[in-house]
């Protein structure tokens, strides 16, 4: 079992950049694939990257594509999410996932954090 703590959220302009984190516990990290999804007020919870274990394969959902960057460092237990030219549209809580066997890495997950609130203002 892994517990994940999602940190980095928080308050920025349109066009503005936040980096979220999102800190494992447990020696078993590098065998869990990892993915950010998201959760908007009234919306369903959406897919937004995901990358496997050793992290040379990442996918994005398309509204994200060219802006966010989703990476890991093993070593530290940890994986990211860069946001560049944020949009008001990416304002929602966005939570950390890991999986053992995900499929095409957007779904199959099996443990979520809690969640940390970005706010894009216009």
């Known amino acids: 079992q892994v517990q994940l703590v999602e940190s980095g959220g928080g308050l920025v302009q349109a066009g503005g950049s936040l980096r979220l984190s999102c800190a494992a516990s447990?020696?078993?990290?590098?065998?869990?694939?990892m993915g950010w999804f998201r959760q908007a007020p009234g919306k369903e919870r959406e897919f937004v990257a995901g990358?496997?274990?050793?992290?040379?394969?990442?996918k994005y959902t398309d509204s994200v594509k060219g802006r966010f960057t989703i990476s890991r460092d093993n070593a530290k237990n940890t994986v990211y999410l860069q946001m560049n030219s944020l949009k008001p549209e990416d304002t929602a809580v966005y939570s950390c996932?890991?999986?053992?066997?995900?499929?095409?890495?957007?779904?199959?997950?099996?443990?979520w954090g809690q969640g940390t609130q970005v706010t894009v203002s216009s």
């Open positions: 447990g020696r078993t990290f590098s065998r869990y694939i």
């Open positions: 990358i496997s274990v050793s992290g040379s394969s990442t």
């Open positions: 996932a890991a999986a053992t066997r995900a499929i095409g890495l957007t779904s199959g997950y099996d443990y």
